[in-house]
């Protein structure tokens, strides 16, 4: 088995400009929302933090996530609901406490908190906004044809092997690469409403007669939304709220998931340790979960492929020992790599997976 992971190097390389990675992304917002006080004050305290001062660190997921604490600091005390809400509200632990207190009301800073919550809720959704119109662009099919084309057609080719392909990106990049060209599924079924067959995760494609693989997008897709238990496919632009898009976003990601991402998981999991062969595309290192499967279920003697330009990234992937294509996903990037993941199909049918 063959497994590809695809990080948002990989799209970044199809189209800069369509696709670009979250620390270019920083740049690519509008005005609207980069003027917005709210969003310089998060810049402002993120670039003091000792961890976050190198600007490759800083990009919008992080400052997504700042604002996500931010939201639900204030709601702690400001919201309608739960104990805390209670407690400071008409001063009943000052009351009860604090005797010196008791004409203190927190009224002002209740309002003040509710103010603070409602600006960073419009902030954050302004940036939702963008980032669905952004990324739910769809790739002409010339800007593949030195990428993600060539890449699929000499995988399949030269090997027997099923191809997996996973990416943590929410775009529509390698959809358009496969569509009705490779036989790798993905996932996406015909109804009077396209849905998304999450069975296939748990149950295996060897009832798809052809199919050599799946495509599993990790972190969700830019044209998921939920309802009702199902994912539906459609149209990518935003639905108003995060709670209605089936994607996982912002942050770097961990083990404790909810359907469907726990089974998405639990599959990428299963097949790194039956790849005779991983290829790394634009990954960053950056979700502790993804990175913890590639260093301890991989087999041990699988050959590992990265293809990425940056070189700071090396210290992450310790111990894992690979081979680094530092053009990143080009044609003599990809050309190069297809004759080393040829080369180590030698014991692909070896008893010892």
């Known amino acids: 088995m063959i497994v590809v992971l695809a990080g948002a190097g990989a799209s970044f390389a199809v189209d800069p400009d369509r696709y670009p990675t979250t620390a270019q992304y920083l740049e690519r917002l509008p005005n609207e929302i980069k003027d917005e006080r709210l969003f310089k004050l998060a810049i402002e305290y993120l670039e003091s933090q000792g961890s976050l001062v190198a600007p490759a660190r800083l990009d919008i997921e992080v400052v997504a996530m700042a604002l996500d604490r931010l939201i639900e600091a204030s709601t702690a005390i400001a919201g309608n609901e739960g104990f805390a809400q209670w407690l400071y509200r008409d001063t009943r632990w000052h009351r009860a406490v604090l005797e010196q207190f008791q004409k203190f009301s927190m009224e002002p800073l209740t309002r003040i908190l509710q103010a603070v919550q409602r600006d960073a809720d419009n902030l954050r959704s302004g940036i939702d906004r963008h980032v669905h119109k952004l990324y739910g662009q769809v790739p002409p099919l010339h800007s593949l044809e030195h990428t993600w084309i060539p890449f699929l057609k000499g995988l399949l080719d030269a090997n027997k092997a099923p191809v997996e392909l996973f990416t943590t990106n929410y775009d529509v990049v390698i959809e358009q690469a496969i569509d009705n060209r490779f036989p790798i599924a993905t996932g996406r079924q015909d109804g009077v409403f396209r849905t998304l067959n999450t069975a296939l995760w748990t149950e295996g494609i060897s009832e798809l007669p052809g199919v050599r693989g799946l495509l599993t997008k990790l972190h969700g897709s830019i044209d998921w939304s939920r309802e009702d238990g199902e994912i539906y496919l459609g149209a990518p632009g935003y639905r108003g709220s995060h709670d209605r898009h089936a994607i996982i976003y912002p942050g770097f990601k961990g083990g ?98």
């Not at 599959?267 to 979700?287: N, P, Q, S």
């Open 256 to 353: 404790d998931l909810s359907a469907p991402f726990d089974q998405f998981h639990r599959y990428f999991e299963t097949c790194v340790a039956k790849a005779t062969t991983l290829v790394i595309i634009g990954y960053a290192w950056r979700d502790p979960h993804i990175n913890a499967i590639l260093k301890g279920r991989r087999h041990p003697k699988a050959s590992i492929i990265v293809l990425n330009p940056e070189k700071e990234f090396k210290a992450a992937l310790s111990p894992l020992v690979c081979h680094h294509l530092s053009r990143g996903f080009c044609e003599e990037s990809v050309s190069e790599c297809l004759e080393l993941a040829g080369a180590s199909k030698d014991w692909s049918a070896s008893s010892e997976l």
